[in-house]
């Protein structure tokens, strides 16, 4: 099985490749349209500012491509963001796939810490990236913006607001938390993902 990760300047590309390589994935790391177009799995990581991530995307003309991928796609923590249709992070236009506007957590009041750092909760599990997946199971979050809840959400979490844990667009799955960092669950989130 061919999975890509897409090579971006973000920051958590080796640590997904790892997490991959620990359940027994071999996967490569590339920004060649016909690699990316060719594989059986896709997945777009990101930890990185969105305008800087699209300006990359959009030099390498992979903009085009992404959101015209059938096989199953992967986006995690900004590559979940930037697959959504704009975010209030430097007002970037993103991919477009889910019709959602990624917005900026707004404190309200001293303990509310932003960025979110740390493990949360997520509930309201639907579809096969979490099957076998315990409601309530913890996953590692680390991020400043956030998807609202939506028609598209097939988990969510809580931090200052409700929010999308994981939204689902036909081939297209993404998720805020990183599953690479999440241990077992996580681990077995990305199995689940491999498996699809």
């Known amino acids: 099985m061919k999975t890509i990760i897409i090579k971006y300047p973000a920051g958590n590309v080796q640590s997904v490749l790892f997490s991959l390589e620990r359940i027994g994935v071999e996967a490569i790391v590339t920004d060649s349209k016909k690699s990316i177009q060719n594989a ?3 997945i777009l990581p990101g930890v ?3 305008n800087f991530a699209m300006k990359y995307l959009k030099e390498k003309k992979l ?12 986006g995690i923590c900004l590559g979940m963001q930037l697959l959504c249709k704009s975010s209030e992070e430097s007002n970037t236009i993103c991919l477009g796939v889910f019709d959602l506007l990624v917005k900026k957590f707004q404190s309200k009041n001293i303990k509310d810490k932003i960025p979110q ?39 969510k979490t809580e931090y200052i607001v409700y929010y999308s844990a ?21 681990h077995k989130i990305l199995e689940n993902f491999i498996r699809l």
């Open 166 to 186: 994981a939204i689902q667009k036909n081939n297209f799955y993404a998720v805020q938390f990183h599953p690479e960092k999440s241990s077992y669950v996580g």
């Open 117 to 155: 750092i740390g493990w949360n909760t997520i509930h309201k599990l639907k579809g096969p990236l979490f099957e076998n997946i315990p409601d309530g199971s913890y996953q590692y979050f680390v991020h400043g913006y956030y998807a609202p809840l939506g028609k598209y959400t097939i988990a």
């Open 63 to 74: 903009d085009i491509i992404l959101s015209k991928l059938e096989q199953p796609v992967l």
């Open 40 to 42: 059986e799995k896709i």
């Open 48 to 50: 990185g500012e969105a």
